[in-house]
């Protein structure tokens, strides 16, 4: 088996750039550590992986056809590969430990992987790998920029984010319609948010809801005690927060709640 049918629905767009594979595999450092590789397809990103004795890797592959060439093509990955939907693994039972993640990612799901990332963020503490262009740069925003958004703010709250470099589509066989882009993200030291997170989620996700809206407007669904919030947060749009700013309004929230 020398190669593997690229299947759209799969998001399969295999890198054929062995410089810019192994750049990304850099990307994680050379302290040891686990390292779960999501999509490894034909093992481009793989190869450069396994040649660091400092990691420990598995790599979680939902395409059997992919799965079979890794067992053909990569025998030192013997009890190493999952063949499984990286959406739905039970992640606790992976490594038994903390463990990063890396990956030139199926971007029909980015998404997805990135709330599983941010709901797993005490087991995950470096993420790094490339995504469509437009997504990196939305989960590396800073507020008041147009590209900020729900999983900036969620991310930011408990990862340092860096826009690593830029990647062309010409490097892809078949090449995606969209430049894409790597980045990376460190664990902060932050262990819990000064509110309740399930809110605060909330509260970002409803203010994003309507992007437009002040969110006076944008936050009426939840009832927020209007006149204990101060002006200049309620006037502003949800694009223009901080995370500090959603977690004060998450605390006022909180207060009429158990009211
Ligand atoms: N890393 C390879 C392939 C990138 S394409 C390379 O750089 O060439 C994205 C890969 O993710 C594909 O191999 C695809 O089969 C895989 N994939 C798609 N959805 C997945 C999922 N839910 N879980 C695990 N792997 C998935």
Sequence with gaps: MDTVRAKKHLGQHFLKDLGIA??????????????????PGMGVLTQFLLANPNYDLRVIEIDTESVEYLQHNFPELEGRILSADFLKYDLQSLFGEKFSLIGNYPYNISNQILFRVFENRNRIPLVSGMFQKEVAERIAAKPGSKTYGILSVLLSAFYDIEYLFTVDEHVFNPPPKVKSAVIRLKRNNIEALPCDEALFVKTVKTGFNQRRKTMRNALKPLGLPLDEIPKNLLMARAEQLSVN?????TQTLEKTITL
């Design 22 to 39: 192994r750049r990304i595999a850099e990307t994680l450092g050379d302290t040891p550590q686990n390292v779960l590789e999501i999509g």
């Design 245 to 249: 700013d959603f977690i004060s309004l």
